[in-house]
Structure formats: structure tokens, C-alpha cells
């Protein structure tokens, strides 16, 4: 597997090329939790587990998937961890019987010493994590016998939203502030590269791939959108009013990548790629 270069949605990562994660807004990104959430309800209705005793939800955000996760195992010690400071306020708002931590995920990783976790649930938040070689491989090492790793990841990278990103980031007058901004996201690798890399650590993989087409309001909801997420590296190195000429110069150039329908609406295409890696039992 090639080693990802050096981040929708969930929050997982430090600093990386003046973009700090523990910025994100819980506000923003709820805004449009029913379509952020649906795609947690399918990951995790493919979980091959029937009461695990400990989950873990690794960026977590304001808790959305977590609440999905305590709810589908009652019986689970559940931990939500997350690198955003806000996110973690929201979600132990949401959910104060959960325990959550401030936490990047790389560091739980690190610091775990036993294989006692029986899921592992990762929503959206890989993509901001560099060298999946590395990091799947942990992660399956702190899994029990039998226990398994739940992992969505956005590939939506080559979709017309994201590459406008790009294109405004290199053509406007803050072009050398933002030279490095496109690092903070890591391209994923192929599925293929996945299967064979948690295939030969010894798991049982399901893999997919779904598109989502959500229905948005305009191109300014677009902007909305990928303002809780892809938009941040973008934007959190800019002052005040260049962030205003940017999400209008992007606004601009989504609208004519995405016309809006006869009622005004958009449709966003968005790729996701699924995962779930099992542990043989002992």
C-alpha cells in the first residue's frame, strides 16, 4: 500500500500547515447532521458484533455517530474521543452518561499497551490522518480476539466541490498563505490497497463504496457545508475579509459546477468508502 502524503469531516489530528483542527465548530458542522449522520447508520448496521463489552468512537465531533454507537450496543462501555475542543464540549452535552475525551486519536494508538477494545468506530475523520499503512495496523493490535474496526472515510477528492477549493486557493490573491493548505487532507488509497492491508493483518475485511446525493439549498448551502469541514484548511489562514472574498469567488465557481435545479435546489454528490476489518477470535 502507498503511503499517503500529508485531511467532511470528524476531527482526529493536530496542527498541520497552519490549519488546527481543534478550531472546528460543533455548530457548523450539526448544521446538516441528518445527512452527515445517515452514513454512520450504514457503517455500522455492517458491525459483525452482537454486544460488545468496549467501543471506542475515534473523532467522535459533537457525538452524532456516538449516539448512534451507545444506542445500537446499550450494554458497551463507549469512549468518544476527539482533538477539537468544541467538538467534545457539544458531545458531552449530548451525551452526558458517555464518557469523551479531548484526545488526538494517534496518541490513544500510541499509549494503548492491550488488545481490549471490541469496536473501533472511525466516521470521517481518517482522511485528516496520514500514513494509513501504519495506522490501520495499530489500530487492529488494540482490538480483542474477534473484535472489529468500523471505518468510513469521505473520497470525494476528484469531486468538483473539493477540486474548487484548489482552484480558488491558486488563483487568488492569498495563493502563497494557502501553498500548503491542500496537504492538511490525505488522499486515500484504492480499496484494493486496503483489502490486502488489513487483509494480511490477519482480518476479515467488508469493503464498499457508496455515492450520497444530498439535497442542498443553493450553492450558498454547498458553501455552508463544506464550511464545517473541507473548506477549513482553506479558510483558518486567512484574515476576516479575504475568508469573505474566497467563499464568494467559491460560491461563484460551485454555482457553475453545480447549477441549481428548477426549484432551487443542488444535488452533491459526495463518495464515501466503507470498511469493516475483523479480528479472528483467539
Given amino acids: 500500500m502507498a503511503k499517503s502524503r500529508g485531511t467532511a469531516e470528524s476531527s482526529g489530528m493536530a496542527k498541520s500547515s497552519g490549519f488546527a483542527k481543534d478550531t472546528w465548530s460543533a455548530g457548523q458542522y450539526v448544521l446538516f447532521e441528518r445527512e452527515r449522520t445517515r452514513p454512520v447508520h450504514d457503517l455500522l448496521a455492517a458491525v459483525p458484533l452482537g454486544a460488545p463489552r468496549r467501543a471506542v ?6 457525538g452524532n455517530s456516538t449516539e448512534l454507537l451507545a444506542r445500537r450496543y446499550p450494554g458497551a462501555d463507549v469512549l468518544g474521543l476527539d482533538s477539537s475542543p468544541d467538538m467534545v464540549a457539544a458531545a458531552r452535552r ?18 494503548g ?9 472511525s466516521n470521517a475523520v481518517l482522511q485528516w490522518v496520514p500514513d494509513h499503512a501504519a495506522l490501520l495496523p495499530a489500530l487492529l493490535e488494540r482490538l480483542a480476539p474477534a473484535g472489529a474496526l468500523a471505518v468510513q472515510i469521505p473520497d470525494n477528492l476528484a469531486e468538483p466541490a473539493q477540486v474548487l477549493m484548489r482552484e480558488v486557493a491558486a488563483a487568488g490573491p492569498w ?12 488522499p486515500i488509497a484504492s480499496p484494493d490497497e486496503y483489502y490486502r492491508l488489513l487483509a494480511a493483518h490477519g482480518a476479515a475485511v467488508d469493503l464498499w463504496r457508496s455515492t ?12 455552508e457545508w463544506f464550511k464545517a469541514t473541507g473548506l477549513r484548511p482553506f479558510l ?10 474566497f467563499l464568494a469567488l467559491y460560491a461563484e465557481r460551485v454555482r457553475s459546477a453545480h447549477p441549481p435545479l428548477a426549484d432551487g435546489t443542488v444535488l452533491l454528490p459526495f463518495p464515501r468508502l466503507f470498511f469493516v476489518a475483523q479480528r479472528r477470535p483467539a
Fill in 94 to 111: 449530548r451525551l452526558p452518561h458517555v464518557r469523551f475525551e479531548v484526545r488526538d486519536l494517534r496518541e490513544w494508538v500510541r499509549d
Fill in 236 to 245: 483558518d489562514p486567512l484574515d476576516e475579509d479575504e475568508r469573505r472574498q
Fill in 113 to 121: 499497551s492491550s488488545a481490549d477494545v471490541d469496536l473501533i468506530l
Fill in 175 to 186: 495563493a502563497r498563505k494557502l501553498a500548503t493548505a491542500e496537504a492538511a487532507r490525505v
Fill in 212 to 223: 450520497y446525493y444530498h439535497v442542498l439549498h443553493g450553492e450558498q448551502a454547498v458553501v
Fill in 57 to 62: 468512537d475515534l473523532g467522535c465531533g459533537p
